[in-house]
C-alpha cells in the first residue's frame, strides 16, 4: 500500500495487491466483508482497493519530486 504519513498520506492497494491476500471478492473487486469476519479482520483497518491503471498522487519530496505514482 502506499502512505505518506498519517496527515497527508493515501491509504491504498490496487486489485493486483488486494487479491493476494484473498480477502477482496474478484466479482465486486472489493473487500468480502464475510471472509474479513471469518477471519475477525476488521474492514476499517485495511486500504481503500483502487484500479492499476490510476495515477494516485505525485512524490512530493527529494529528486524524483513531481513524479506520478500509479498502479
Known amino acids: 500500500h502506499l502512505t505518506g504519513g498519517k496527515d497527508n498520506g493515501l491509504y ?3 486489485v493486483t495487491n488486494a487479491s493476494r491476500t484473498m480477502l477482496m471478492n474478484i466479482e465486486t473487486l472489493a473487500w468480502d466483508p ?7 479482520i476488521p474492514m476499517k483497518l485495511l486500504p481503500e482497493i483502487k484500479s492499476s491503471s490510476e495515477v494516485y ?3 512530493t519530496v527529494g529528486p524524483l519530486e513531481g513524479i506520478p505514482i500509479s498502479g
Not at 464475510?34 to 475477525?40: G, H
Open 57 to 59: 498522487g505525485k512524490i
Open 34 to 40: 464475510t471472509l474479513c469476519r471469518y477471519f475477525d
Open 12 to 14: 491504498i492497494t490496487d
